[in-house]
């Protein structure tokens, strides 16, 4: 047990990690489902980024509070009520204050409760570490994903459209590549960031996880 204590990163390890080789969309291709279907506009791609780093830095951080106090036996039955407060209250904020995000987003946001990332850093390291780790590596994680789906809506709103963030950008010859827009659009783009990250930094997932 101590082995494992000592063998966990800083605070600056958490995020250079999380943000990197451990990316959980480019090396452990988590989250996708929403990387698909909310990434054609920038400004949907924005706002579920958020909407997930809040979810999963404050999930994390009540799942390390209360985790001396989680039966065993039931800790993912726990793990998944907590998860699910925060996204009620995230999706509860956007349907009072911004009603029309809310309903561009779709059921997305509620989808949150599912997301691999969230109930996989809660299980992985936070139920294990102390608050402000946990806090830091949800957060991280959260960042992570938000900073590659952001990536993947810039080239499909912008290559798919023509647009970025509702503006034009391309004089009114410009011909779209529509089929971007599209869901196998989508898993093309992904495919591309994933092939040039890894060929840019071959480095990327080659290291084994800390949490072994």
Sequence with gaps: ???????????????????????PVLVQVLGICSALAITGLVSTTLVMG???????SLSCLMVSVLRSTIPYRVRLMVQMMVISVFVILVHLYLRAYHLEMSKAL?????LIITN??????CEAFAIRSKPLPAFLDGLANGAGYALVLLFIAVI???????TL??????????????????????FLTLGVVVWVVKSIWPQTGAAPNHEG
Excluded: W
């Design 1 to 23: 047990m101590a082995a494992l204590q000592n063998s966990k990163p800083g605070p600056m390890g958490i995020i250079r990690d999380a943000l990197g080789k451990d990316n």
């Design 50 to 56: 958020l909407a997930l780093m809040i979810v999963t």
């Design 106 to 110: 779709g059921p997305y946001v509620g």
């Design 116 to 121: 691999c990332i969230v109930l996989g850093r």
């Design 156 to 162: 499909r709103e912008l290559l798919g459209g023509g």
């Design 165 to 186: 963030l509702g503006h034009s950008v391309f004089p009114a010859s410009f011909q779209p590549a529509m089929f971007l827009k599209t869901a196998p659009g989508a």
